[in-house]
């Protein structure tokens, strides 16, 4: 039996850690949270100043059971669980079940999982931080005690199995007035004018400041071009420097991760964590760009080796969030010499994202030269602007430029060096455009810029960005998806060879990209909840319960005082909600009477969700019909409910079956002979063909088919398949692996059934997002 056991969250933390100690030293795995509050109203005594009741999960018991018979003759025990409030939980949770004692048990903490650090962890220990623990314990109670008592307030106003939590109800809130934000936004057009010149054969492109608010005035600006001359008015050049952005935290590296590498938050923090676990970057939850001195040495010998002494410029940061704590570092490589890795693609992309974000944090500046002309125009007091940049040493653009997430209409002038100048040099026009332009609304979030507005709010942590964007599309109260643009004319007015044209052209407008959009439940619970729980879904009152979790961090506040402050306004709220009647809240809208039988049509929340009604509730003979794809329940016309009335609707015949198109809970679809196929993006159900149903049809039998391997006879509920990632065995609801050796289509059902039963169960894992059975 090993002296000393070392007992981390994750299997694949255990095996990295395991390499650097010695024989002496056993390293085991708690595989994330042994214990937590039951569900139900026992787990937390709210008399008794909210004592909390934990047990331990189910699918834990074999795991405390095994780490239990470890420790039993070791001599020391050593809780290494992550370094912040939630790894510091584990480690009180693992001191209280396993019933260790103070004289033989010790907390190591680091951030970075490499011989080093472990060894400098091992020798200088701690006792559990209950300052850490109990802030842990704050925040989950509280998140609790609102999602319990929230929840079925929601459930008898609105509709069952809705939820509600004190962060992510906000980012519902925040992603709600986008939306409408949007949608009440008028477009204003004005005229920007452009200009393209040439110079000893070279041309280059310049542009009036200022934008003409009609048609009209820009015309005539145009027109009075065609007689003027065209000069160098002001030249100037001036050096200008680039800075590197800090190395990354938690939030900038979801954010550029998104950007740069299309990750999801949930991706980028699940890739983080391998990378972490093998021991190739420091910690992936951290709100501090902070570097530790031996980083910032390790980064100047890489920079020198391989860009020279001049490339090399060191830098502290300091964090800009408060509350961050800068004894932590930023993320980082462990390793600078290390400018890529082994692993899959995705673990080796996010590396070198993370390598060349922190090495040129502590690069030089680059150096460049900006020129900007003005041009004078002979018949006019207004002048035209060109500006030209050229890049005299790069510096730290080397390596690494940071994205960001504008969505403005883009610089089309030309940013690089402009040909030889002289004030009051004679230009040569060769063309100038006057275009219509459209004011925009905001754009909508994507997950990392509503990452980024939660963290400028002072809403949540590093370790709840990535549950909380989950939680809110799992829950179905914004889904994230792509959306094809609209048609928008345009006028295009053009000067060019003494002559003046103009046209109308048309764009696409609207298109997004791997949005967030609100469902309309999100619109309904969030009017409830702002109406009746102002203060939970406050953006102020949010900020102000992170910061009393940092003070209870700090030692500077009784977690069971900062509760009870919040939870007598809370539940008085809740009580008197509880008196309003579910008919006064707005989740029915009347939107007129039908043109030809003078019934009333509503908008409102059905059991499958939002639709169209035909019919007040005593009537016998009401119909139905759901809301498609971007239609909101607050802004739906009378005459687009109408147009969803004309489904279902019959497409045409197949073989000797009627086709109908209609919208159900999963969008439109097609149904034919008692099988249901899923219309695809573009295909509108009000619209589409009898020969485009039938090849729809066509084309999921032919998948179906391939996706068909085998069956047998002996038993219809197991079936061979072709999955994504190739062959394998369908039973009940359960998939089985096929082994390598094994051909899938030749198998029998014996070679079947013995595969099943000898399928080793899946492996568990470690860490934060560890998934219960």
Request: net charge neutral; charged share 35%.
């Amino acid at each position: 039996m090993s002296k000393n056991v070392v007992i981390v969250e994750s299997p694949a933390k255990a095996k990295t850690i395991e390499g650097y100690l010695g024989k002496d030293f056993k390293v085991a795995s708690s595989y994330g949270h042994i214990r937590d509050l039951p569900k139900g109203d026992k787990a937390i005594d709210i008399k008794n100043r909210f004592k909390p009741t934990y047990e331990v999960s189910p699918d834990k018991k074999e795991v405390i059971k095994n780490l239990k018979n470890l420790i039993k003759d070791a001599e020391t025990i050593y809780l290494a669980s992550d370094d912040d409030r939630e790894g510091e939980a584990i480690s009180w949770h693992l001191k209280e079940v396993l019933k260790l004692k103070d004289e033989n048990t010790k907390r190591i903490v680091f951030r970075e999982i490499t011989k080093n650090a472990i060894q400098r962890a091992i020798e200088s220990p701690r006792g559990i931080d209950y300052d850490l623990v109990n802030a842990q314990q704050a925040r989950r109670i509280l998140d609790r005690l609102v999602g319990f008592e929230l929840s079925p307030v929601l459930w008898k106003k609105i509709k069952t199995g809705l939820s509600a939590g004190r962060v992510q109800s906000v980012a519902v809130r925040l992603i709600v007035e986008r939306e409408r934000e949007i949608e009440a936004h008028k477009a204003k057009s004005t005229f920007r004018i452009t200009a393209q010149f040439e110079v000893d054969g070279k041309s280059f492109q310049a542009e009036l400041p200022r934008k003409f608010e009609t048609k009209q005035d820009a015309e005539d600006f145009l027109k009075a071009c065609l007689e003027a001359d065209f000069s160098v008015g002001n030249l100037e050049k001036k050096p200008a420097k680039k800075s590197p952005a800090p190395p990354f935290t938690t939030s900038t590296l979801q954010q550029e991760a998104s950007r740069k590498l299309y990750f999801s938050v949930a991706q980028t923090m699940s890739v983080a964590q391998k990378l972490y676990e093998a021991g190739k970057i420091t910690y992936m939850r951290t709100d501090s760009v902070n570097l530790s001195d031996e980083a910032m040495n390790s980064a100047e010998s890489a920079i020198k080796g391989e860009y020279g002494n001049d490339y090399h410029k060191a830098r502290k940061f300091t964090t800009k969030s408060e509350g961050a704590q800068e004894a932590h570092e930023a993320i980082r490589p462990t390793d600078f010499s290390r400018a890529q890795v082994d692993g899959d693609r995705n673990e080796q992309r996010l590396y070198e994202l993370i390598w060349k974000r922190a090495i040129a944090s502590q690069m030089a500046d680059a150096q460049l030269e900006k020129t900007n002309v003005s041009i004078n125009i002979s018949n006019s007091d207004l002048t035209l602007s060109a500006h030209g940049e050229v890049i005299k040493f790069d510096g730290f653009l080397k390596v690494y430029l940071e994205s960001t997430d504008d969505d403005e209409e883009e610089d089309t002038q030309n940013k690089s060096l402009l040909p030889p100048m002289q004030i009051g040099q004679a230009l040569d026009l060769k063309e100038m455009k006057g275009r219509e332009s459209f004011t925009r609304a905001a754009p909508r979030y994507t997950e990392a810029s509503l990452v980024k507005k939660l963290e400028e709010l002072g809403i949540g942590r590093p370790s709840t960005y990535a549950p909380t964007i989950s939680t809110i599309q799992k829950r179905e109260y914004v889904i994230k998806e792509s959306r094809d643009g609209n048609p928008r004319e345009y006028q295009e007015m053009i000067i060019s060879d003494g002559m003046f044209q103009e046209s109308t052209k048309t764009e696409i407008t609207g298109a997004e990209k791997q949005k967030l959009f609100p469902t309309n439940i999100a619109m309904v619970v969030n009017d409830f909840l702002v109406e009746h729980f102002p203060n939970v879904i406050d953006f102020n009152f949010t900020a102000k319960v992170e910061k009393e979790f940092d003070d209870i961090a700090a030692g500077g506040q009784d977690w069971q005082d900062m509760i009870d402050a919040f939870y007598g306004n809370f539940h008085h709220s809740v009580e008197e909600t509880e008196q309003v009647s579910r008919q006064d809240v707005n989740s029915s809208r009347f939107l007129g009477n039908h043109p030809e039988n003078g019934k009333p049509i509503t908008a409102r929340l059905g059991k499958f969700g939002p639709l169209v009604q035909i019919g007040d509730s005593e009537d016998e003979d009401k119909k139905y019909a759901s809301l498609k794809k971007g239609q909101f329940i607050e802004n739906i016309s009378l005459e687009d409910a109408l147009e969803l009335f004309k489904l279902p609707r019959d497409v045409g015949m197949f073989e000797d079956k009627k086709m109908v198109a209609a919208i159900g809970r999963f969008g439109p679809y097609i149904r034919h002979d008692g099988n249901f196929v899923s219309l695809k993006k573009e295909q509108d159900p009000l619209s589409i063909t009898e020969e485009e149903a039938i090849q729809l049809i066509k084309d999921k039998r032919e998948a179906d088919a391939k996706k068909h391997i085998k069956s047998f006879d002996e038993n219809p509920d197991i079936q061979i398949l072709n999955g994504r990632w190739g062959p394998y065995i369908k039973f009940g609801k359960n998939n089985f692996k096929i082994p390598k050796d094994k051909e899938a289509e030749k198998l029998s059902y014996a070679e079947t059934i013995e595969i099943i039963e000898n399928q080793p169960e899946p492996k568990k894992r470690g860490g934060r997002f560890s998934k219960k059975k």
